[in-house]
């Protein structure tokens, strides 16, 4: 990460003389913003609209590299596709380009399961906490919270939210995604898993 620079002045000071004026060197111009403590990185919000009612809110790390910024993109546009298949009764199935191997069975079944209940979903699913644990050549493993309590599973025929609401829209949950980066650069994702509370692994996505 970046690190903070702060510049330390020391300007000695006499016991009867009046206070000092600042000390500015002969080569730094008073004022000039870079004598200032640098900026710390904040991490930003980005908000992806999958359709009208349905969006995935990614708080981004406050740094990231390329790969880095490669591995959640995939993950982000997991998420985002899959609930967007589920929207348009499965006629939408870009998710499945941002997967391969163990992890194309397990969302066309996720999204199947939906489409086979004649659900439906509205709300606001939420990534953070995005952390990469391991990299070993073109492999790596993505740790993310996901916070669907500001979903709500409905009945895809009436549009209302269903009487029961499944135990995903009540506490949040560790998802830990395997990817790989294939010859053309892009990461997809090989592997799921997820860890429900009361797990230790998932306690960290409490806040």
């Known amino acids: 990460m970046r690190a903070v620079i702060a510049l330390a002045l020391l300007v000695p000071v006499g016991c009867s003389s009046p206070a000092p004026r600042p000390f500015t060197p ?4 008073a004022g000039d913003p870079s ?3 640098q900026a710390v990185p904040t991490p930003r919000v980005e908000t992806v609209e999958v359709a009208s009612g349905v969006r995935v809110v990614v708080e981004w790390p406050a740094v990231a590299d390329r790969d880095t910024t490669g591995m ?5 546009d997991y998420r985002a596709g899959s609930f967007k298949s589920v929207v348009t ?3 939408d199935t870009a998710y499945l380009e ?3 191997d163990g992890a194309s069975s397990d969302a066309y079944r996720w999204v199947r399961e939906f489409l086979d209940q004649r659900r439906s979903v509205r709300g606001t699913s939420r990534l953070y906490a995005l952390n990469v644990v391991s990299v070993t050549g073109r492999g790596a493993e993505l740790h993310g919270c996901v916070d669907e309590t500001g979903m709500r599973l409905l009945d895809a025929e009436t549009g209302k939210a269903v009487r029961r609401q499944p135990d995903w829209t009540r506490k949040p949950f560790l998802q830990a995604a395997g990817l790989r980066r294939g010859d053309d650069g892009v ?3 090989k592997l799921l898993r997820h860890a429900e509370l009361p797990s230790e692994r998932a306690k960290g996505c409490l806040r």
């Open 98 to 100: 941002t997967v391969q």
């Open 35 to 37: 004598s200032a403590q």
């Open 187 to 189: 990461w997809r994702i």
């Open 26 to 29: 002969d080569d730094l111009p």
């Open 72 to 76: 959640i993109n995939a993950f982000r």
């Open 89 to 91: 009764g499965g006629q």
